[in-house]
């Protein structure tokens, strides 16, 4: 048996993928297929005085038009809360925000009855700025109001002070996922009334909930089968275009394929929460920190999406993973005419660990320390209480992980080398390299934690079905049967590895993942090989249990034998072995008399809300990562070069090496494209640049070789010792890089993403919109 | 509602037709939804992502920005039709060795960049392929497992010759 825990075991869905045969949700199509689209607001605030779709509706070709009038059950949806319009009925509260939809024969049909469709509506003023949201002249957005929801930790005596006070205002701008494989479904009406999907998600069961209550059905006929997943990144954990194309298909009596471009992508999910930031750190002189307050304000955009959760975490990891004796952490998540914000990896840790980093930064500063002292000096050990009261459990190799990415080889210098640099190393590149002499290097370091799992007392789980028997060929095979949602991240061949160790068989088959079976929860938070690792460990285990019980029986072993028959036999490498009771027979002689088979849920440990104070136990555990980045700027231009990065990471047990390799370097990219260059630029509401060509994302040429170390002390509790991996370097990377840019230019740039306009000397230079330095946010 | 225009396209070795097809289509759309070549991906449409590449009578080129008019006649060589053997063989297994794949979108588009890039500059050093591959865009890996496979084809194309000039 190879391939198992530990292993570099390849994806199973490798070979299909590098062949082009492997099937993502845009690539399905079935004979009679509509094609669905999408009528979508073009004001970010408008009342909708009149939808009149009777010409689309009578265009050729055209099979179903639907509107808010169409919606059979509960008009809104949503992942937390129940707040966004299935369609815009009355008024339309974003620039993008769906209206109508329509299917066709072909997608051109469909554009041109979208093109019918004749909508009166009534601009209204939009209200786009976050700090205005809860102003008493700001009318209420939204029959639930303004006020997603408000957090204020207070831990120690709040207003103590040191005697070195660092005190400033963060932006930071809003970034997309911008996963590769844009959205699509097929969708089919059954004839038991029910309704088949076939769909790119992160969560197939939170679909399911929200499809059947707006679609009016009981959720057993609701059933949705995974469809090859292009990337997800936290942009596929709301509903798109799932309860719009359920809507179509059983209107036309006919599946359809629904499917976004790229432009409509953008506008389609929800991005990652700009936000606003105030923090106050005091210290000693010496460097202790005495005390942080933060204020933040996050715009939460026109719906609520998973924003409450999203501020909780931004809220309770604003102080960073730090000792604080007092603390004052307060957020605010607001509506605004802006697109809706959710999601996205790091889920409002990355926002706060830039504002705390520049913190850090500057209070090193101020005290004479090097950045990393002052880290080491201040970083948080397990035992330690956090802001929220929690004890932070371990392990939390914060103050190693700096120390080891300060230790790693610096690059050679820029003007090192023979040649020199060539125009491909500079900032600038091919097409604008930069004078050599104009260059200025800067190192940043940063440091951050990053919660796993579901907080705040959530009891989440996640169900897995194993079965043993065997195939054709009359060797051993396992099936595991998970809902998870396998988006990229690899959990289909650590399920397999899982399934190899505890189970001793070479051959493991993973059906399909649908809800057939319980939810497997959402690919996200890092906690799908925690939670639907555990479920398949736990699974294979009783799986290997009854066999072992049906032997012992088999065999005529001593009742004590069969009640706990792991005691006494074990399977490995395709053997049941007893050395007490003398019993050695191979797996496949054992599954001769039938199939064994298991179902598990796996709950983690219980957390707790947060009370008034924000105190609590919120979160399950956490993960800890460093990054250092080198960088050369331009001083002409104003571009930047990330010459190189080191990462340190607390990653608990590493069940695939390959795999965590490529999860922090796939972090540390997107780390990397909010630092120079990823922003959703809106503009009264209406977002600029919804394209590739204008939101720029990280090419090879972007992205340096990543030196990375990894810290593989085991997590208690979790299976194997794991932690989750793809988070914590998001949350770093970014800082770090925007720390090396202030190091090489020496300007605070309290903006991020950094652009060229905030690094040259332009008559009006632009860093943060406001007052820096001013009052703190109300 | 369809055009009426014919196209003859070789796709990956084989006479496929177009008919009723628009002369605004571009390669990209006539190949996905007229001809169910699904092995090239769409995610821009804009010619900045690379998910589409396919080679065109030879040369490297983003099917999304080539209309399917101006491809008439020409040769389309799609992931699909790169072959088993040789350089695309060993691009496909490096890519699985060294763990470039993740999501997989952007797979079919570097597996024919990466083929072309390595047939016309099988010397090229790290700066110069991460230049040459910024075309296509991973939004999963970060890139470096696809340099590694890269670079691990280099390394094992560099012995087979010198093992042939023995
Ligand atoms: S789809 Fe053609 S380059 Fe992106
Ligand atoms: S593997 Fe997902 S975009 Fe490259």
Redesign the pocket.
């Known amino acids: 048996m190879s391939g198992g825990v530990g292993a570099s075991a390849r994806r199973p869905d490798g070979p299909a993928k590098v062949a082009g045969t492997f099937p993502y949700a845009g690539d399905l199509r079935v004979p009679g297929m509509l094609h669905g689209r999408t009528l979508r607001c073009p004001h970010p605030r408008a009342r909708i005085r009149r939808v009149d779709t009777a010409t689309a509706r009578q265009l050729p070709g055209v099979a179903a038009v639907v509107t808010a009038a169409d919606v059979p059950g509960v008009a809104t949806y949503g992942l937390i809360i129940a707040d966004q319009p299935v369609f815009a009925a009355t008024e339309a509260r974003y620039a993008g925000e769906p209206v109508a939809a329509v299917a066709a024969v072909d997608a051109r049909t469909a554009r041109r009855a979208l093109a019918a469709i004749e909508v009166d509506y009534e601009p209204l003023p939009p209200h786009t700025d976050p700090a205005l949201a809860l102003a008493p002249d700001t009318p209420r957005l939204h029959p639930a109001g303004n006020l997603y929801r408000e957090i204020d930790v207070r831990h120690g005596d709040p207003d103590r002070d040191g005697p070195v006070v660092i005190e400033d205002h963060y932006v930071v701008g809003m970034q997309d996922q911008a996963f590769l494989a844009p959205e699509a479904a097929l969708i089919t009406p059954a004839a038991d009334g029910g309704v088949d999907l076939r769909v790119a998600t992160q969560w197939l069961h939170s679909d399911r909930e929200q499809l059947a209550a707006c679609l009016a059905l009981p959720e057993d006929l609701v059933r949705l089968t995974l469809a090859g997943v292009g990337g997800a990144f936290g942009g596929r954990e709301d509903i798109t275009l799932q309860i719009h194309g359920a809507l179509l298909a059983r209107a036309a009596g006919a599946p359809v394929r629904i499917a976004y471009d790229r432009v409509e992508s953008f506008l389609g999910h929800p991005h990652r929460h700009p936000a606003r930031m105030w923090f106050r750190h005091t210290a000693t002189r010496a460097g202790d920190l005495v005390s942080v307050q933060a204020r933040l304000v996050l715009d939460g955009g026109a719906y609520a999406s998973s924003s409450p959760a999203v501020l909780a975490n931004a809220v309770t990891h604003a102080a960073g993973p730090y000792r604080v004796p007092h603390a004052r952490l307060h957020g605010v998540v607001v509506r605004t005419n802006n697109p809706p914000c959710g999601a996205m990896r790091g889920f409002g840790v990355p926002q706060v660990t830039i504002g705390h980093e520049a913190q850090l930064d500057r209070l090193a500063d101020a005290v004479g320390l090097d950045p990393v002292e002052l880290r080491v000096r201040n970083a948080i050990c397990p035992g330690d209480i956090l802001p929220t009261g929690q004890v932070m459990g371990g392990p939390l190799p914060a103050r190693e992980l700096i120390q080891l990415v300060a230790a790693r080889p610096l690059p050679p210098s820029p003007t090192a080398g023979p040649a020199g640099p060539t125009g491909l190393t500079l900032p600038g590149g091919l097409p604008a390299a930069a004078d050599p002499s104009r260059v200025r290097r800067g190192v940043g370091y940063a440091l951050a934690y990053k919660n796993l799992l579901f907080s705040e007392g959530m009891d989440d789980s996640s169900v897995a079905r194993v079965r043993l028997d065997l195939a054709a060929d009359g060797t051993p095979r396992a099936s595991i049967h998970s809902a998870c949602a396998e988006v990229g991240q690899g959990f289909v061949a650590i399920a397999e590895q899982i399934a190899r160790t505890e189970l001793g068989v070479d051959q493991v088959v993973l059906r399909p993942a649908d809800t057939a079976i319980g939810s497997a929860g959402s690919t996200s938070a890092s906690r799908q090989t925690w939670m639907s690792g555990g479920a398949v460990r736990g699974a294979c285990v009783a799986v290997a249990d009854r066999l072992l019980a049906r032997v012992a029986r088999t065999a005529g072993l001593p009742a004590r034998v069969v009640e706990a028959p792991g005691a006494s036999l074990r399977i490995t490498a395709g053997r049941i072995v007893g050395a007490e009771a003398g019993l050695r027979l191979t797996l496949a002689d054992a599954l001769a008399a039938g199939p064994v088979e298991a179902e598990f849920t796996f709950h983690h440990r219980r957390t707790t809300a947060l009370d008034a104070a924000g105190q609590g136990d919120p979160h399950v555990a956490f993960a800890a990562a460093a990054h250092r980045a080198v960088v050369d700027v331009d001083l002409d231009l104003g571009l930047v070069r990330v010459v190189s990065m080191a990462l340190a990471q607390d990653c608990g047990t590493v069940l695939n090496p390959l795999a965590l390799r490529g999860q922090v370097e796939g972090g540390t990219a997107q780390g990397l494209g909010l630092a120079v260059m990823e922003e959703l630029v809106t503009d009264g509401g209406r977002v600029t640049n919804p394209t590739?060509h204008d939101y720029l994302l990280p090419t090879a040429a972007d992205v340096p070789d990543l030196d990375f170390v990894a810290v593989t002390e085991p997590q208690p509790e979790a299976p194997y010792g794991v932690k989750g991996v793809g988070e914590a370097p998001t949350c770093t990377a970014t800082p770090a890089i925007v720390a090396a840019i202030r190091a090489a230019v020496g300007r605070d740039l309290r903006r991020v993403p950094v652009r060229p306009q905030d690094l040259v000397d332009l008559e009006n230079p632009v860093d943060l919109p406001g007052a820096p330095g001013g009052d703190p946010p109300a | 509602m369809s055009g009426g225009e014919t196209y003859r396209l070789h796709v990956d070795g084989f006479p496929r037709t177009v008919s009723g097809a628009w002369i605004g289509d571009s390669l990209?759309t006539v190949l996905r939804d007229a001809l169910g070549v699904t092995a090239v991906?769409?995610?821009?449409?804009?010619?900045?992502?690379?998910?589409?590449s396919v080679l065109l009578d030879g040369r490297l080129a983003?099917?999304?920005?080539v209309l399917a008019a101006d491809a008439d006649g020409a040769r389309v060589v799609t992931v699909a039709g790169l072959g088993t053997v040789g350089l695309a063989r060993a691009v496909r297994a490096t890519f699985l060795a060294e763990g470039a794949v993740q999501c997989g979108f952007c797979t079919p588009g570097f597996v024919v960049a990466v083929t072309d890039l390595l047939t016309r500059r099988p010397d090229a050093d790290a700066d110069e392929l991460r230049e040459a591959l910024a075309g296509n865009i991973c939004r999963c890996t970060g890139y470096g497992r696809i340099i590694a496979a890269v670079q691990a084809v280099q390394r094992d194309r560099a012995v087979q010759r010198d093992r042939d000039a023995r």
């Open positions: 590739f | 990209l991906k769409d995610a821009c449409e804009q010619g900045r992502c690379g998910a589409c983003a099917s999304c920005t």
